[in-house]
Structures are given as structure tokens and as C-alpha cells.
């Protein structure tokens, strides 16, 4: 499975950005997807899980009422809308994704995509 993040910049505190993911490949033996990020010199978190059709979702405390995460499973695409953006938000975005939706939420997917940078502006 390969997956191509996309969508990353640079934003101004308080804005929103939209992260996009593009999966090909085996992508049946995938089909739960999420994001994580790493700030830089920091480890790797979770972010957000989503399962194939949609109906479960998990995200971190501190996105929660802030993120949304869903898919377009006719493009094999999932997105991360990010509003009300924080400097604490800055990080690399990551898109993983995996057969198990927990396994996912427990930071442990299979396959992973290369980071989009997300920048916040104070």
C-alpha cells in the first residue's frame, strides 16, 4: 500500500488547513486509515483513526473538537480538516493506515506515508 500525503503549509494561529492522503495499491488489505504527526525533536503521535466505512472514529485529546477526519473511499482518499490551528499543532502529518482500526489508535499501522509539514504562525 502506498500512501501520498498532501495539503501541508504554512498558517496563521486560529486557521485551518485540510490534509488529504491518496492510498493505492493493495489498499483492501488496509482499509483502516489515520494520521499521526511529530513536532520537531519529538516522538511520533497519534492524531486521528478512521475505519473503512467511516463509522468509527478516535482522535487525541488535545485535536478533539478542532480535527475531523474522513474518506472518500471511491478515490481511496482520506482527509484530515484541521481548524482552529495552534503553534502546538505545528508538526509533521503523517498518514498511516492498516487492516485493524486499533491498531492504528495504538500507533502501531503497517504502512505509512511520508510526512507533510504543517506550520503555524503565532
Known amino acids: 500500500v502506498l500512501l501520498v500525503a498532501s495539503g501541508g503549509g504554512l498558517v496563521q494561529a486560529g486557521g485551518s488547513l485540510r490534509l488529504s492522503c491518496a492510498a493505492s495499491g493493495r489498499t483492501f488489505s488496509a482499509p483502516a486509515m489515520g494520521w499521526f504527526r511529530q513536532p520537531a525533536g519529538k516522538e511520533r503521535d497519534f492524531v486521528a483513526a478512521?475505519?473503512?466505512?467511516?463509522?468509527?472514529?478516535d482522535y487525541a485529546d488535545s485535536v478533539k473538537g478542532r480535527f475531523t477526519i474522513s474518506r472518500d473511499n471511491a478515490e481511496n482518499t482520506v482527509y484530515l480538516q484541521m481548524n482552529s490551528l495552534k503553534p502546538e499543532d505545528a508538526a509533521a502529518y503523517y498518514c498511516?493506515?492498516?487492516?485493524?482500526?486499533?491498531?492504528?489508535?495504538?500507533?502501531?499501522?503497517?504502512?505509512w506515508g511520508k510526512g507533510t509539514p504543517v506550520i503555524v504562525s503565532s
Open positions: 498511516a493506515a492498516d487492516l485493524a482500526f486499533n491498531t492504528i489508535v495504538r500507533g502501531t499501522p503497517k504502512y
Open positions: 478512521i475505519s473503512w466505512t467511516g463509522e468509527r472514529t
